[in-house]
């Protein structure tokens, strides 16, 4: 499979299995803090001293491994199912920050839903800590206490009725934390940034700006000592000034408790602001996957590569015109033979699979999926050729 | 003579707590072939400055100063002479085309009605009008008779355009005309409109919050902040090299894929806009600027010369205009 991959140096070979016992770190560690509060509730989080924060020794905090999520429903004619996730490997390592971009439609709120187990997949499994996620209420309970989600729309995630207080506090009375439920509260709030929390306790949502509605969200995930944060879209519906504040705030939470985030945006520049890896998702398929500074620096498949020219490019003098793929994302009831791509692909429209020798293989031969700890890696048969 | 020149504009918001001004004295130009981008926060006054270039406002808006479109005052004209601007001279492209189109009427009977009310022709020469309307923003012409729910989201978006150009208008004002598109059809719906400002010799007025938008689009660039102009000048250097602090901050926001200097780092400005009814005084911007000094809590400077053709206004620059002088 590796011949049809193209595999960066930084290889890293698959972590131990699913039974692997988390190892044992030094004190230093970023992970120390998480390991830590995974073990006994909850210790004072550990002070991470570098970046990256994550330890790829230990087993991945959540994976999905083969994942398909297949939708049926009327007004689908029978043979044309939507395929949102259509064979997905993917990693979340303790305390590292994943992007996972692409166009919408593209399957990754269906990829995120199903982690957080809000989807039952088709096929494939989704793993916490090496173990396959099982669907009983109550193994979901615990679980979801574990991963926590985090909405696009702050304003839409709260309720209007509810006080800052009663919003965090929700979380921990579900769940029946121990300790004093006002400490809790007040903890998850500071280190969400909302300082003094006693001051925030009794305001409601219509009195707060964009950017604290969403660390009250935040603080909301955080009073439950979650390991891992979904985030999709976190910023994607504030104000451009705000959108740093709370991105440097998730950097933050990742260093200093080792929290891991899978955050889903189309927002590539997001990717480059805070992630540690990138996943280029394309029609229910990961396309390429890497480090960020290889994917985005360095991209190898023609979408990502049109996807980046396309991207807001900062305010320097844009040099070169951009890619524009023909159409929209075609959709995922009806999948292309061969590389899914092909029908939009400019390497192909340009010729330049064809003088490789590879236009016959992507009209028809489809890709492998690409392994989950796979470095710099994508799913194209013109980098597989070159 | 500009084809759009606002002279101190100021609107004004009347509500039962009080007036709220949300626009503050703003003076800009728009040329033919021109684009002009709006950039700033929500809040900052730059749909209310669209909206009253139009008069779309409330009835109990206040509005002062001039809106010139080809030298005639918009503000002064009568029911009549305003119905004949709208569409025919200016048009606008709103944010939800998801919203603004009637879901149940196909669409090539909604961008024939302003032709019909507009001029004098009939229904068979406007239904041809549309057909090259669809032809011109990227659409097979046999589509122009499928209902809204028949397209997709950049289709919809680039109907709104088209409908925009029903009347050929000489000036078009777009209020984040791409905010709800994927990135990829955002790309093409800002090619189309590039296109068409080049071919068409049109105004155009780009509004958004985001700066890549912009920074692609548009020839010049207006950046705002609570109802006021603190920065104007060719886009490029508006967004590439600021002389306004929260111009700045505004660019900083919006990373470089690539540059070192945004990895790991992402840029935020603490605080939040003012609200109008309770602007700071001196420099509104100043609770929020990193290089506030003293005086700026008093002192609001107009703006102020950079280099020619670029303005700022910030005592910094005017400290340097002065130290020139």
């Given at each position: 499979m590796s011949d049809d991959l193209r595999t960066a140096p930084g290889h890293q070979e698959t972590p131990a299995g699913p039974q692997a016992v988390p190892a044992v770190v030094p004190p230093v560690s970023p992970l120390a803090g998480a390991a830590a509060a995974d073990e006994a509730d909850v210790g004072e989080p550990a002070i991470a001293t570098q970046r990256p924060g994550a330890n790829r020794a230990g087993p991945p905090v959540v994976e999905v491994r083969r994942l398909d999520v297949t939708f049926t429903g009327r007004g689908l004619r029978r043979g044309q199912d939507a395929h949102a996730v259509d064979g997905v490997d993917l990693q979340v390592m303790p305390g590292e920050i994943v992007a996972l971009a692409g166009e919408s439609g593209c399957g990754k709120t269906t990829l995120a839903r199903t982690l957080l187990g809000l989807e039952k997949p088709t096929a494939g499994e989704v793993a916490y800590q090496g173990s396959p996620l099982r669907y009983s209420s109550r193994a979901l309970k615990a679980y979801r206490r574990k991963v926590q989600l985090v909405l696009q729309d702050p304003t839409g995630a709260l309720n209007p009725r509810q006080s800052v207080y009663e919003a965090v506090a929700e979380g921990i009375r579900i769940h029946k934390l121990r300790g004093n439920e006002e400490e809790l509260v007040a903890r998850a709030l500071s280190l969400a940034g909302l300082r003094p929390p006693e001051r925030f306790f009794l305001r409601y949502p219509h009195e707060l700006s964009g950017g604290q509605r969403q660390r009250v969200v935040i603080a909301g995930a955080l009073a439950l000592e979650p390991s891992v944060i979904v985030a999709d879209e976190p910023v994607s519906s504030l104000d451009a000034s705000v959108r740093g504040e709370i991105l440097a705030l998730l950097l933050k939470l990742r260093d200093e408790m080792g929290l891991s985030v899978l955050v889903v945006t189309h927002d590539l520049g997001l990717a480059w602001n805070i992630a540690d890896r990138i996943a280029v998702m394309y029609l229910g398929r990961i396309v390429e996957v890497g480090p960020t500074e290889d994917v985005l620096a360095?991209?190898?498949h023609p979408y990502t590569k049109a996807l980046l020219s396309v991207a807001g490019e900062g305010m320097a003098a844009r040099t070169t015109r951009p890619v524009l793929l023909k159409g929209?994302?075609?959709?995922?009831?009806r999948i292309p033979d061969g590389c899914r791509f092909h029908p939009r692909c400019p390497a192909l429209a340009s010729g330049a699979a064809e003088a490789a020798g590879v236009a016959g293989a992507c009209r028809s031969t489809d890709l492998p999926i690409i392994p989950a700890a796979a470095g710099h890696a994508a799913a194209c048969h013109l980098v597989s050729a070159s | 003579m500009s084809l759009l020149e606002t002279k101190d504009l100021w609107v004004t918001y009347r509500t039962s707590e009080g007036d709220m001004p949300a626009v503050r004295g703003v003076s800009l130009t728009v040329d033919s072939g021109q684009t002009l981008g709006v950039a700033g926060e929500s809040g900052c006054g730059k749909s209310t400055l669209i909206a009253a270039v139009l008069r779309l406002?409330?009835?109990?808006t206040k509005v002062t100063g001039q809106v010139l479109l080809d030298g005639e005052d918009i503000l002064t004209m009568n029911w009549r002479e305003l119905r004949a601007v709208r569409w025919a001279q200016a048009s606008i492209v709103f944010q939800g085309c998801m919203s603004s189109l009637?879901?149940?009427?196909?669409v090539s009977k909604q961008i024939a009605e302003p032709i019909l009310l507009h001029e004098k022709i009939g229904e068979k020469k406007a239904m041809a009008r549309v057909g090259e309307l669809f032809e011109q923003v990227g659409i097979p012409a046999s589509r122009m008779h499928n209902y809204p729910h028949q397209f997709s989201g950049g289709q919809k978006q680039r109907i709104m355009v088209a409908m925009a150009l029903a009347c050929k208008p000489r000036l078009i004002l777009a209020d984040e005309p791409t905010t709800a598109l994927d990135v990829m059809v955002q790309a093409q719906v800002l090619m189309l409109m590039s296109d068409l400002v080049r071919d068409l010799e049109l105004g155009l007025i780009l509004i958004s919050h985001d700066l890549s938008v912009l920074g692609q689009t548009c020839n010049r660039a207006a950046v705002m902040y609570a109802g006021k102009i603190v920065e104007e000048g060719p886009s490029a250097v508006v967004f590439g090299a600021p002389a306004h602090p929260y111009s700045s901050a505004l660019a900083a926001a919006f990373p470089t894929i690539g540059d070192q200097r945004f990895r790991y780092a992402p840029s935020g400005l603490g605080g939040d806009p003012p609200h109008p009814d309770d602007l700071p005084s001196g420099c509104t911007f100043h609770p929020r600027c990193p290089v506030a000094r003293e005086e700026c809590s008093t002192v609001d400077v107009e703006l102020w010369p950079v280099d020619s053709g670029h303005r700022a206004a910030c005592v910094l620059v005017r400290d340097q205009e002065r130290a020139l002088a």
């Amino acid at each position: 499979m590796s011949d049809d991959l193209r595999t960066a140096p930084g290889h890293q070979e698959t972590p131990a299995g699913p039974q692997a016992v988390p190892a044992v770190v030094p004190p230093v560690s970023p992970l120390a803090g998480a390991a830590a509060a995974d073990e006994a509730d909850v210790g004072e989080p550990a002070i991470a001293t570098q970046r990256p924060g994550a330890n790829r020794a230990g087993p991945p905090v959540v994976e999905v491994r083969r994942l398909d999520v297949t939708f049926t429903g009327r007004g689908l004619r029978r043979g044309q199912d939507a395929h949102a996730v259509d064979g997905v490997d993917l990693q979340v390592m303790p305390g590292e920050i994943v992007a996972l971009a692409g166009e919408s439609g593209c399957g990754k709120t269906t990829l995120a839903r199903t982690l957080l187990g809000l989807e039952k997949p088709t096929a494939g499994e989704v793993a916490y800590q090496g173990s396959p996620l099982r669907y009983s209420s109550r193994a979901l309970k615990a679980y979801r206490r574990k991963v926590q989600l985090v909405l696009q729309d702050p304003t839409g995630a709260l309720n209007p009725r509810q006080s800052v207080y009663e919003a965090v506090a929700e979380g921990i009375r579900i769940h029946k934390l121990r300790g004093n439920e006002e400490e809790l509260v007040a903890r998850a709030l500071s280190l969400a940034g909302l300082r003094p929390p006693e001051r925030f306790f009794l305001r409601y949502p219509h009195e707060l700006s964009g950017g604290q509605r969403q660390r009250v969200v935040i603080a909301g995930a955080l009073a439950l000592e979650p390991s891992v944060i979904v985030a999709d879209e976190p910023v994607s519906s504030l104000d451009a000034s705000v959108r740093g504040e709370i991105l440097a705030l998730l950097l933050k939470l990742r260093d200093e408790m080792g929290l891991s985030v899978l955050v889903v945006t189309h927002d590539l520049g997001l990717a480059w602001n805070i992630a540690d890896r990138i996943a280029v998702m394309y029609l229910g398929r990961i396309v390429e996957v890497g480090p960020t500074e290889d994917v985005l620096a360095n991209p190898s498949h023609p979408y990502t590569k049109a996807l980046l020219s396309v991207a807001g490019e900062g305010m320097a003098a844009r040099t070169t015109r951009p890619v524009l793929l023909k159409g929209e994302p075609p959709d995922s009831t009806r999948i292309p033979d061969g590389c899914r791509f092909h029908p939009r692909c400019p390497a192909l429209a340009s010729g330049a699979a064809e003088a490789a020798g590879v236009a016959g293989a992507c009209r028809s031969t489809d890709l492998p999926i690409i392994p989950a700890a796979a470095g710099h890696a994508a799913a194209c048969h013109l980098v597989s050729a070159s | 003579m500009s084809l759009l020149e606002t002279k101190d504009l100021w609107v004004t918001y009347r509500t039962s707590e009080g007036d709220m001004p949300a626009v503050r004295g703003v003076s800009l130009t728009v040329d033919s072939g021109q684009t002009l981008g709006v950039a700033g926060e929500s809040g900052c006054g730059k749909s209310t400055l669209i909206a009253a270039v139009l008069r779309l406002l409330p009835k109990s808006t206040k509005v002062t100063g001039q809106v010139l479109l080809d030298g005639e005052d918009i503000l002064t004209m009568n029911w009549r002479e305003l119905r004949a601007v709208r569409w025919a001279q200016a048009s606008i492209v709103f944010q939800g085309c998801m919203s603004s189109l009637n879901p149940v009427q196909r669409v090539s009977k909604q961008i024939a009605e302003p032709i019909l009310l507009h001029e004098k022709i009939g229904e068979k020469k406007a239904m041809a009008r549309v057909g090259e309307l669809f032809e011109q923003v990227g659409i097979p012409a046999s589509r122009m008779h499928n209902y809204p729910h028949q397209f997709s989201g950049g289709q919809k978006q680039r109907i709104m355009v088209a409908m925009a150009l029903a009347c050929k208008p000489r000036l078009i004002l777009a209020d984040e005309p791409t905010t709800a598109l994927d990135v990829m059809v955002q790309a093409q719906v800002l090619m189309l409109m590039s296109d068409l400002v080049r071919d068409l010799e049109l105004g155009l007025i780009l509004i958004s919050h985001d700066l890549s938008v912009l920074g692609q689009t548009c020839n010049r660039a207006a950046v705002m902040y609570a109802g006021k102009i603190v920065e104007e000048g060719p886009s490029a250097v508006v967004f590439g090299a600021p002389a306004h602090p929260y111009s700045s901050a505004l660019a900083a926001a919006f990373p470089t894929i690539g540059d070192q200097r945004f990895r790991y780092a992402p840029s935020g400005l603490g605080g939040d806009p003012p609200h109008p009814d309770d602007l700071p005084s001196g420099c509104t911007f100043h609770p929020r600027c990193p290089v506030a000094r003293e005086e700026c809590s008093t002192v609001d400077v107009e703006l102020w010369p950079v280099d020619s053709g670029h303005r700022a206004a910030c005592v910094l620059v005017r400290d340097q205009e002065r130290a020139l002088a």
